[in-house]
């Protein structure tokens, strides 16, 4: 049987045993539907209620402001686009970044054709916004400001504090895209001054389709899905109870011995990003070398192009990816990369390595090891790497 090793986890995580155990009972003797005004439909109702709590306690919400999505997409999707049309007497601008997962890129670009104005701000060669340039952006019409709190690719964290503080001086309501962030890093909605928050299950070992959108009482929001009661007349549609209760057991699961985690993730982290960069000439790691996710690993190698690697990676049962999985299937750059400043011959070299606690150093070492042969293989068929030989 082939060896396989799974690093992809930014791209979606596998399911614990103990999530499905929990859901089962909600897919075969739980079936009930929670707007039904029997006791199994009550049963079902109270699931989803005390689900909605636990995330609620975790982010430091109250209940009633957590509302169920399919997921991370089609929260972004609500969070602007709801808040832009329900606040467009008071203003058409946003303010994002040319690093957003496309999720929130295209729904701004959407918005744009429909009337808004959006800028969209640099970022450094890190992937960090610049403050300043921020509050230079503010004008008397900006209504949203969506920024992500960490880059699925690159794995850079914004300064999100500090961007919650200054919408909040500025009354402008604050969005962030936290789907990479959840049950990594711990956070409070109410001390980071966040108005609107998106996360998705299947990105912390929870079932795929299911998510929730934070949204702060008092916002002014329109509704995306319309056409029933549920979810307090916000977002029409029969439940999916089994999900909603699989997300509250993985967040529940995500957030325990979470410094312990995160300080073994670390150490992985930077031990595979030190062998790589020791082992293998011509490389460069994308994203601010501290002020990462724990376990992301971006790496671009030059003279080589990321989809050959990725083959090849596969054939060894190493399973990663070149970026965003929404975007996987083009042959264009990274849009992220090219905005923190690469050529598109570096940006089309690039490897996003993404761990999770169940990969070892012996994952890493069998990692490394194919890549140098992978890599060197690679460089040998370039025309590029062949005029750097003879430079040399």
Partial sequence: MKKQIYMDNAATTKLDKRVLDEMLPYLTEQYGNPSSTYSLGVASKKAIDDARGVISEIINSHPGELYFTSGGSESDNWAIKGVAYANRKKGNHIITTK??????????????KNGFEVTYLDVDEDGIIDINDLKEAIREETILITIMYANNEVGSIMPIKEIGDIAREKNILFHTDAVQVMGVIEIDVEQLNIDLLSMSAHKFKGPKGIGALYIKRGVKIDPLIIGGGQERSRRAGTENIASIVGMSKALTLAYENLDEKNKNLIQLRDYF?????????????????????????????????????????????IAASSGSACTSGTLDPSHVLLSMGLNHETAHGSLRLSLSEENTKEDIDYVVENLVEIVDKLRQMSPLYENVKEEI
């Fill in 99 to 112: 690093v957003e997962h496309h999720a929130v890129l295209h729904t701004c670009e959407y918005l744009e």
């Fill in 273 to 317: 990003i030190q062998e790589i960069m020791t082992k293998i000439d011509y490389t460069k790691l994308n994203g601010h070398p501290v002020n990462r996710l724990p376990n992301n690993v971006n790496i671009s190698f030059s003279f080589i192009e990321g989809e050959s690697l990725l083959l090849f990676l596969d054939i060894k049962g």
